[in-house]
């Protein structure tokens, strides 16, 4: 029994260094609260999400908003890689459940868990401590394919004179980009994607990244023609795709970013890998800039 009492205390003791521990680092200190939150979605429907706002953020310094999106039958906890080191560099960081995963509600439409991300937008937009020239998305997997569908919706809305573009860049980890200008009911010409665009594929990846030209073979995807395609969108002059090169580009008169990182991995290891997060550090530094009142924390950090 006395044995049992020492690791019953042990153990206590070990939960409570734990739970100490995983605070501070998912506050930064202190210098980011951390917040569940319900916003009211489309439908009817509720969105649960996890808000990491760093304190700094207010109406007098708005901060760049960035949506996270969690993969199938995941939830919102599998960001926390995003979550943790965006927001301690100073980006206001919210990762939704999508509806019918987690603590979010159904929809009622097919495939209504694609409208999380997008009314999750729509809700947080308007914030007064949100930089609206700077907002962005990232997911993996189905959360990416959700970013993926979600700017090409503001991008496709806006070329038919119905809202503008809300989104300034949006990083696809885990599923592949839009390799292509977007085909709209109602237009003749094809619609151009502007907005920086990032993606990054594991090497390993047993869903995604799979392009005929290379024999299906991931680890080969910067050599297929849609990787190409893809760096050609900004600068039609490449014949090679490099690793995690930054490439730049005017697009309707406006310059605009396109990257691939190749990482060493299998597609559920982006969610827990050093090699991903410091790739999507780097993106978003590089698309929306150091954020006001911050220096730039290297991202092998």
């Known amino acids: 029994m006395k044995k049992a009492k020492r690791l019953l205390v042990i153990a206590l003791l070990l939960c409570l260094i734990s739970g100490i521990g995983a605070k501070i680092v998912q506050t930064d200190g202190g210098r980011v609260t951390v917040e569940e939150v319900e916003l009211l979605g489309s439908d009817g429907t509720v969105i649960s999400g996890l808000l990491y706002k760093p304190v700094s953020a207010s109406e007098d310094n708005p901060l760049p908003l960035i949506i996270s999106g969690h993969g199938s039958f995941n939830d919102k906890e599998m960001q926390d890689q995003n979550l943790v080191e ?13 509806y019918r995963h987690g603590e979010s509600s159904a929809h009622n439409e097919d495939m209504g868990e694609y409208a999380s991300m997008l009314d999750a937008v729509e809700a947080l937009y308007d914030l007064n401590y949100v930089d609206q020239e700077k907002v962005a998305l990232v997911g993996h997997s189905m959360g990416a394919d959700q970013a993926n569908n979600t700017v090409k919706y503001y991008i496709t ?90 490439y730049k580009g005017e697009i309707d008169g406006e310059e605009y970013v396109r990257v691939i990182y190749q990482s060493s991995e299998i597609h559920p290891l982006n969610h827990f890998s050093t090699e991903t997060a410091a790739s999507t550090i780097e993106y978003f530094y590089e698309t929306l800039g150091v954020p006001n009142g911050y220096m730039e924390i290297v991202s092998s950090n």
Do not use: M, W
């Open 86 to 98: 965006l927001s301690r560099r100073g980006y206001i960081v919210f990762a939704p459940d999508s």
């Open 157 to 246: 809305e806006e070329a038919l004179g119905n809202g503008e573009n809300k989104i300034a860049a949006v990083l696809s980890i885990g599923c592949d980009p839009a390799y292509t200008d977007y085909e709209v009911e109602g237009l003749d010409d094809l619609v151009s994607v502007t907005v920086d665009y990032g993606t990054i594929e594991a090497k390993y990846d047993e869903f995604f990244y799979h392009q005929e030209d290379v024999g299906g073979d991931p680890a080969e995807y910067l050599n297929s023609a849609n990787a190409l395609l893809f760096i050609q969108q900004v600068d039609p002059t490449v014949t090679e795709v490099e690793d995690g090169k930054i």
